[in-house]
């Protein structure tokens, strides 16, 4: 072999490599979290207007259906609890303690769906309008982020 074909071999060979090296995928949009839930929060009304953070003694919720979403969980701060896509509401019975009375919860929303890329499908975002309680337990449900997403942020201060 003369000197130029092995010239333009190695040259053909370091290209061929970058080339295959540069279409490696390392962008991981199907390894993210594709579940938006409503994620809440408890507090009671402090004087003065502040917000406690107050967790209550357990909580249970379940679908209006009947399905458990959180059962028995001891003293929580936060829950997140998911969303119908094929229906513009969402009810629930929540429990705050067993020897608390229940309440019922709507959340009313919008729902739009998201395609992340041919091969990971979709995710649906919901956008939450308004709510509807029952004031057993509850004092009030305040909506301070409506736009219900895949990242894990607060939507919603429930006051007991």
Known sequence: MTKRIQTILIVTSIICGVFLLSCKDDYT???QNR???VNGSFFLKGFSGNDISAPPPSLTVTNLNGT???TNAPAPLFFSLGLNPNADSSK???????SLPKDTISYYYTTQSILLSPNCG???VYTLTSTKYTKNTLDSIAI???AIETRLLGNVKFYY
Not at 92 to 98: C, G, N, P, R
Request: proline share 5%; aromatic share 10%.
């Open 92 to 98: 629930f019975v929540i429990s705050l303690s067993q």
């Open 35 to 37: 579940l938006a839930t």
């Open 68 to 70: 458990a979403q959180i």
């Open 29 to 31: 949009i199907c390894d």
């Open 122 to 124: 979709n995710v649906y």
């Open 144 to 146: 301070i982020n409506p």
